[in-house]
T-cell receptor, first 114, second 114 residues
Framework: GEDVEQSLFLSVREGDSSVINCTYTDSSSTYLYWYKQEPGAGLQLLTYIFSNMDMKQDQRLTVLLNKKDKHLSLRIADTQTGDSAIYFC??????????????FGQGTTLQVKP | NAGVTQTPKFRVLKTGQSMTLLCAQD?????MYWYRQDPGMGLRLIHYSVGEGTTAKGEVPDGYNVSRLKKQNFLLGLESAAPSQTSVYFC?????????????FGPGTRLTVT
């Protein structure tokens, strides 16, 4: 079945770059997503990448996709204390009967130290 | 637009009691979802709906029921609450047309079953 794996914790210093990694199993996924969850709140979409792309850049965010290895990463440049949150990787379930369902990883807690 | 709202925000139940969580969205989305979030386990899909009057089971449906009588509302019911259902519950909604299927999340309901 489909599975998405992430490391649980990452700590960086303010101003450094953060790289959060994710592996997935469903090779038919059409989109892969990064969601951010701040304390006590729901998830918000940060960015997404279509499966035929290798890279997507959006301001301080860079998403890299290695489809052969089923590996996705999110790089945050110049990490700020406001970036402290839980980051979830998610894949869309492929196939013709796409119901919009997503499979989420366990989430990576990013701690940014001043 | 209020987006996705959930009521209540917090609830404490005794084992065996029942309750209904309400999710409402004002974005005219076809698809709606109920997730539970437990530490270290990410989000797990309980039930989902692809349109008014339709529901389907997700990854962890046991002990829950849902209804989608109106397009804008998706109700999650616990008929006989158990301590294992202590969790944070999130509702989400998305468009149905092919695309990114971004899911919009509510703020969550924190449920404790004693």
């Amino acid at each position: 079945g489909e599975d998405v794996e992430q490391s649980l914790f990452l700590s960086v210093r303010e101003g450094d770059s953060s790289v959060i990694n994710c592996t997935y199993t469903d090779s038919s996924s059409t989109y892969l997503y990064w969601y951010k969850q701040e304390p006590g709140a729901g998830l918000q979409l940060l960015t997404y990448i279509f499966s035929n792309m290798d890279m997507k850049q959006d301001q301080r965010l860079t998403v890299l996709l290695n489809k052969k290895d089923k590996h996705l990463s999110l790089r945050i440049a110049d990490t700020q204390t406001g970036d402290s949150a839980i980051y979830f990787c998610a894949e869309s379930m492929g196939g013709s009967s796409n119901t919009g369902k997503l499979i989420f990883g366990q989430g990576t807690t990013l701690q940014v130290k001043p | 637009n209020a987006g996705v709202t959930q009521t209540p925000k917090f609830r404490v139940l005794k084992t065996g009691q029942s309750m209904t969580l309400l999710c409402a969205q004002d974005m005219n989305h076809e698809y709606m979802y109920w997730y539970r979030q437990d530490p270290g386990m990410g989000l797990r899909l309980i039930h989902y709906s692809v349109g008014e009057g339709t529901t389907a089971k997700g990854e962890v449906p046991d002990g829950y029921n849902v209804s989608r009588l109106k397009k804008q509302n998706f109700l999650l019911g616990l008929e006989s609450a158990a301590p294992s259902q202590t969790s944070v519950y999130f509702c989400a909604s998305s468009y149905s047309k092919p695309g990114t299927y971004e899911q919009y999340f509510g703020p969550g309901t924190r449920l404790t079953v004693t």
